[in-house]
């Protein structure tokens, strides 16, 4: 991804500010929520709950990094990155 850590983690508060930490690390370092819990305890969420609050965040992340871009023939055009 193009975001970096800090950015990663500004979509995570917004998506759940209570997890953010965990759900950074699990993107960011691809941990799993069973490592998450054994590293850092007991995670005041369901395992189906916490994946749907990372799929989310990868998604707004990536709504993120598209741009719209207008060609010359005035249609426009989804653009990736930064």
Known sequence: MYLDEKEIYEICMSVDSIIAAELTESIVRGTSYDMLEAHH?????SRRHFYRKKGTAKRLMRQRMAHLV????????IEWGE
């Open 41 to 45: 305890g007991v995670i005041p969420i």
């Open 70 to 77: 207008e060609e010359l023939n005035g249609q426009y055009m």
